[in-house]
């Protein structure tokens, strides 16, 4: 028997099993460990100068939420050398509708171009700009992360 009591729900001796079910299997769908979500993170490895300072690799180091997938993303690198700007922007994308995240770190490595006069350098006179850019298959969304400006150290 059921008795309501300041909004509670109270079982007497008389319950069955299926009752005692039912109300377990809507304990665990309701908790909220059930439905717990992993916030986007996203950070910037270490850039690697590639042949002749043509190009820099740029790892995106990142967790995500496994309901979500990993769409696409770009990075751009300024690097100031004496009065010489070295700059370049590069991307990647995955096949609609992306690749699931796994819920645990994960990296993908972004090409970057030098696309002026200029090649990159080693040192730490760079900064570096990043997002990730993750597809919600059932919301149909696209959400963004993204890093702005963040100072970083080229190494060969």
Avoid at 52 to 73: K, M, Y
Avoid at 131 to 141: A, E, Q
């Amino acid at each position: 028997m059921c008795v309501f009591r300041n909004g509670l729900v109270r079982l007497g001796v008389v319950a069955t099993s299926s009752v005692v079910g039912a109300l377990g299997a809507l304990a665990l769908m309701s908790s909220p460990a059930s439905a717990q979500t992993i916030s986007t993170q996203l950070a910037i490895g270490q850039v690697q100068l590639g042949p002749l300072g043509a190009s820099v690799s740029v790892p995106l180091v990142f967790t995500c939420d496994p309901s979500l997938n990993v769409a696409f993303g770009d990075a751009s690198v300024t690097q100031v050398s004496g009065h010489k700007l070295a700059q370049g922007t590069g991307f990647f994308e995955n096949t609609f509708p992306g690749l699931p995240c796994t819920g645990a770190s994960e990296t993908v490595t972004v090409q970057v171009p030098a696309t002026g006069s200029f090649a990159f350098k080693s040192g730490n006179k760079a900064t570096a700009s990043v997002d990730l850019n993750l597809f919600d298959p059932v919301s149909g969304t696209i959400s963004t992360t993204s890093i702005t400006g963040q100072a970083i150290t080229i190494t060969k």
